[in-house]
């Protein structure tokens, strides 16, 4: 499931010039997708599934990244999210925690150390969930042979 790299991410923004800056800045860590608008990125989820973070522009035409990120939410709950803005008006962040549950709010310009240690914080947390979940399912594996030998014993 995961690269060489530390993890899949998808940038969603409608300026080409970001999505150029995004790659260039993180493309030596992380497996980088791009994506122009939210109909692109549910696509390019559709075509290659789950990432470990999804970060969104928030004002684009067509579907804000809240929009986006409250449906990456529904589709891919374990997805991390996160909002990239040049604005940081209130009722937008109380929507960004409350509607798409985002990991993280950044601001426009971005600095790229504060991005890159952002990102693989992120990436971390989701790696390290899916750790979690792969061990509780190993348990919950183990614990039902071990039911089904005593069973067994019993009868």
Known sequence: ????????VLYVDDEEINLVNFR????????????????EALALLA????????????????????E?????REAYPDTIRMIIS??????ELIDAINKAEVYRYFVKPWKEDQLRLTIGNAVGT????????????????QMAERMRSLEGEKG
Request: glycine content about 12%; aromatic content about 8%.
């Open 24 to 39: 260039e800045t993180l493309c030596d860590e992380f497996e980088i997708f791009l994506a122009g608008s939210g109909k």
């Open 68 to 72: 986006l990120l409250s449906k990456v």
């Open 47 to 66: 075509r290659e599934g789950e990432m470990a973070l999804v970060v969104s522009d928030q004002r684009m035409p067509g579907m804000t990244g809240i």
């Open 1 to 8: 499931m995961m690269n060489a790299k530390k993890g899949r």
């Open 126 to 141: 989701y790696a390290l969930g899916q750790e979690i979940k792969q061990f509780v399912e190993q348990g919950r594996k």
């Open 86 to 91: 040049a604005y940081t008006e209130i009722h």
